[in-house]
């Protein structure tokens, strides 16, 4: 097991990566580092998987999918999977039961999958029918960046803000306080929506600098207290060699 999968708690399995503020990165992270087979997806719309990504990348309709991936997935390495799209510079998602079916067929120790869309923004309250999780998934991975915090709630921080602002009771414009994050992240209509009897991490990234890590720190105890199920969140820097700056846990680590 990588050191950021221990930190994040995750062994194996389906793992879904939903929120903003980098779930495509930390899903790439955790690819180069997994040991043993390793499927890399997503259930929803994506960029197309970078030229950096060490992976065998397959690109093709969800039938074709489901018979190729098992059959030409690296050994004991990545295989990277979606669909064509119509959308210009984008890649399709899989189907969440054929994610699953292909996660068994092939045989993955993990899976790792983007399970719902951002716009490259850095924090968002889901839709109804958002997240599309896998069935069978065994953890969540809820992402939010630690750069939202003290900037105004709109539309170039925030992915759908009045949505977000109507989740936090605030109006749009407010400056967005660890005590908003921590609020939408242990939400049953925010972080949490859809992933009952599941297990969640709370992921906040961009924690660049010290002045962040306090704001994340803050977010990060409101987050234990509240008991809501979450029961480990980790601050991290994804862009950093070592991307894992703390770890805050109900149980001793």
Same mark, same amino acid.
């Given at each position: 097991m990588s =050191? ?10 389906i ?5 903003a503020?980098g779930k495509?990165t930390l899903c790439?992270a ?5 040991a043993?087979? %390793? ?5 929803v ?7 950096r ?10 039938a074709?999918?489901?018979d ?9 390495? %990545?295989t ?10 984008r890649?399709?998602?899989v189907?969440?039961?054929a !994610?699953?079916?292909?996660?068994e067929a092939?045989?993955?120790?993990l ?7 951002a716009?490259m923004?850095g ?9 599309v999780l896998?069935p069978? %998934? ?11 915090i003290?900037?105004?709630?709109d539309e170039? !921080?925030?992915?759908r803000?009045?949505?977000l602002a109507?989740?936090?009771g605030?109006e749009?414009?407010?400056?967005? %306080?660890?005590?908003?994050?921590a ?9 949490? +929506?859809g992933t ?9 990234? +961009?924690? =660049? ?5 306090d704001?994340?720190e803050?977010v ?6 509240? =008991?809501t199920?979450?029961?480990?969140v980790?601050?991290?820097?994804l862009?950093?060699? +070592?991307p894992? +700056?703390?770890i805050f846990?109900? =149980?001793?680590?």
């Open positions: =050191d950021l999968a221990r930190a994040l708690g995750i062994s194996g399995g793992v879904c990566a939903v929120g503020g495509k790439y955790l690819a180069a580092e997994a043993g087979r %390793t499927g890399l997806t997503a259930s719309h994506t960029a197309p998987f970078p030229r990504l060490d992976a065998h990348k397959l690109i093709d309709e969800e074709a999918l489901i190729r991936v098992p059959a030409e997935r690296a050994i004991n390495g %990545t990277a999977y979606a669909q064509p799209a119509v959308k210009h510079k890649l399709a998602g189907a969440p039961a !994610i699953a079916r292909i996660h092939g045989a993955f120790d899976t790792l999958v983007k399970a719902d869309g716009r923004r924090i968002k309250a889901p839709k109804p029918g958002e997240p896998v069978g %998934t065994s953890w969540v991975l809820v992402v939010v960046s630690a750069a939202v003290g900037a105004p709630l170039r !921080i925030a992915h803000p009045e949505r109507e989740l936090l605030v749009v414009g407010a400056s967005i %306080t660890p005590e908003h994050v609020r939408l992240l242990v939400s049953r209509e925010g972080g949490l +929506q009952a009897g599941i297990a969640v991490t709370a992921v906040i990234n +961009q924690v =660049d600098d010290e002045a962040r890590k704001a994340a803050a990060a105890r409101r987050v234990l207290l509240a =008991d199920g979450i029961e480990r980790v601050l991290t820097c862009r950093r060699p +070592q894992v +700056q703390a846990s109900r =149980d001793p680590l």
